[in-house]
Structures are given as C-alpha cells and as structure tokens.
C-alpha cells in the first residue's frame, strides 16, 4: 500500500505540478534537451555495478519498450526500494528543526556554511529528496496522468533523480554515521557503487521510456 503524503511532501507535490504545466507547450523540445543532457552525464562503464545490488524487478527491456501496465509494476517495485530508503530515514525532532532553522538563518556566515555537513542538515536533505522521487511514482501509480507525455515528464524527472549524485552520497553519509539502517548490506555506505547503481536505473528508465516515447515507439 502506497503511504499518505505528508504536509511538506503534499506542498512538494503541489509544487512540482505548478512547475511542470506550463512547460508542456514545448513539451517535446524539453524533452529532448533533456534527456541529451542527462545521458552526456552518465559516466562510461556504469553498467559495472552489481545487478544483484537494489535490483528492481522486473527489469526494463530497451528492446521491448513497456506498456501502461507493464510501467506501472517497475513504477511499484521502484516505489517500494525508494520506500525501503524513505523509512530508514527518521524526521528531525522539533529541537533539531528549530536548531537547523537557526544555523541556516544566522547572519554568522561560516555557521551557515558549517551547518551544511550537519548530521540534521544531510538527514532533511536526504529525506526530501527521495520523498519527491516516492511523490512522483506515487502519482503515477494512482494513474493520474491522461496523457502520456505527462506521464512521460514524470519518469524523466525520477530518472533525473536517480542519475544525480544528491541521493546517493546522501544515503552513503547517512550510513557511515550510522544515522540511518537500510539493511546489512555495506554497499549501502559505498558511495560510488549506490550512485552506479542509481545511476543505472535512471538510465534504463531514460533508454527504455522517454526515449521510446520520443520515437513513438511507447505503447499506451
């Protein structure tokens, strides 16, 4: 079952809608540049990482692109990994809110500077920023997309997630401060093979659905 939005990650979603209907009169040109623009960045030999490791099953075919219910089964079973990541990560207590909230408005500058490598600083940050991710793939399971290209944006804006380091490093501070338990796998605390790995479900998702869609070749 999919979890109820939180206040902050209802006013996230509702953000993210008011961001993203104005660009869909340029919708395909957007696209395009952006998919370009993230496959420039996916570093050569990404494939390396482990297909054992946060594998989402089942798994997209380039060669076969994915029909409405076959995208939203990968949509669930990513929600579900990105579930797993949300939960280990505790909210901030009320002292360490208003602690944060001081730091990040203190006219001293190295305190604002500072309070970036804050264990209550990489906690909020992590957690929102896979909360957007679970957002997204919650929207999607629900179907409240008619059209397919919004559809489409949206998975272009879960594999821009994935493909950026944000999350991550994120995850891997956590661990290593044993803030958060994802499970006992140390891969979890290893930076580059969570970034590959994320990496390489972005890619997958960029290959197999927006591309798929940009060449008409996306099944409804």
């Known amino acids: 079952m999919l979890r109820r939005i939180s206040p902050v990650g209802l006013n996230n979603l509702l953000n993210y809608h008011t961001m993203i209907k104005p660009l869909f009169r340029h919708f395909n040109l957007i696209l395009t540049i952006s998919l370009v623009s993230w496959l420039l960045v996916i570093p050569i030999g990404i494939s390396d990482a482990s297909d054992e490791f946060f594998e989402i099953k089942p798994k997209l075919n380039i060669k076969k692109p994915p029909n409405k219910e076959e995208r939203l089964t990968y949509a669930r079973a990513l929600y579900k990994k990105i579930n797993q990541i949300y939960d280990a ?63 489409t944006f949206s998975w272009l804006l879960i594999a821009s997630g994935m493909v950026e380091w944000d999350i991550p490093w994120g995850i891997a501070e956590l ?46």
């Open 89 to 151: 990560i505790p909210n901030l207590s009320p002292s360490q809110k208003k602690w944060l909230d001081s730091e990040m408005s203190s006219e001293n500058v190295f305190r604002r500077i500072e309070v970036f490598e804050s264990d209550e600083k990489y906690l909020q940050d992590t957690k929102s920023k896979v909360e957007t991710i679970q957002l997204i793939l919650t929207a999607i399971v629900d179907g409240n997309y008619q059209e397919q290209r919004e559809e």
């Open 175 to 220: 661990v290593n401060r044993k803030l958060i338990t994802i499970s006992s796998d140390k891969r979890f605390g290893e930076r580059e093979v969570i970034a590959m790995t994320f990496n390489r479900i972005g890619r997958s998702i960029l290959n197999t659905i927006v591309t798929s869609y940009l060449s008409k070749r996306l099944p409804e």
